[in-house]
């Protein structure tokens, strides 16, 4: 069965852009949950979807939203791209109580 | 506010050694702790998890232990090898209903260096 896939793997933005993220998660798994990951801050849960509903939401601004298609695949979006938004975001898809992560995209904001 | 606290940050151990990493927490509502391995430009990959209905769970060379008392939970790595090198993480979710919400709180990791 093929893992959690995440596109791009590497992206260059500058402040004040805004970027997409994507992330196909295993199949037959209906949650997917975001998670930035920096040095300073460590792993922060950024949202979850079940169902193309969002279920839990963690403390980020509006800048960072998201969404779930038919299919479980996801999507967020930063939008107004500052500094501190570099990090690797990494996305997971669940099956019971079990997340199973992607490789992440490293976002840099210059 | 860290949820999970996550000991020591950085942690050296001998090729044999036995490598410990503890994580305390502090709400009761926790009821799912996992462990994570996370190498170098890649995504956490789950090592074990424990309940806290189970004292000590065991997968080959990981332990993990549970003290619901003192509301700590301990990864231990025996037979440690170089290529266990890499940030470990401890997490604790929340499970109501039987409908695990997708959200893991997690520690701030401990990078294990093991020398051969």
């Known amino acids: 069965k093929a893992g959690v896939t995440q596109t791009p793997r590497y992206l260059i933005k500058t402040r004040g852009q805004q970027v997409t993220l994507s992330c196909s998660p295993i199949s037959g798994h209906r949650s997917v949950s975001w998670y930035q990951q920096t040095p300073g801050q460590g792993l922060q849960f950024l949202f979850e979807y079940f169902s193309e509903t969002q279920r839990n939401k963690g403390n980020f601004p509006g800048r960072f939203s998201g969404r779930q298609f038919s299919n479980s695949r996801s999507e967020m979006n930063v939008s107004t791209l500052e500094l501190g938004d570099s990090a690797l975001y990494l996305c997971a898809s669940m099956r019971r109580e079990t997340q199973y992560f992607g490789p992440g995209t490293r976002l840099l904001v210059l | 506010q860290q949820q999970v606290k996550q000991s020591p940050q950085s942690l050296i151990v001998q090729k044999g050694g036995i490598s410990i990493i503890n994580c305390a927490y502090e709400?009761?509502?926790?009821?799912?702790f996992p462990w994570y391995q996370q190498f170098p430009g890649k995504g956490p990959a789950l090592l074990i998890a424990?309940?806290?209905?189970?004292s000590e769970k065991k997968e080959g060379r990981f332990t993990s232990s549970f003290n619901k008392s003192a509301k700590q939970f301990s990864l231990h790595i025996m037979d440690s090898q170089p290529g266990d090198s890499a940030t470990y993480f401890c997490?604790?979710?929340?499970?109501?209903?039987?409908?695990?919400?997708?959200?893991?709180?997690f520690g701030r990791g401990t990078q294990l260096t093991v020398w051969p």
């Open positions: 997490a604790a979710s929340i499970d109501r209903g039987g409908s695990t919400l997708g959200r893991l709180y």
């Open positions: 709400n009761t509502a926790f009821d799912y």
């Open positions: 424990i309940r806290p209905d189970v």
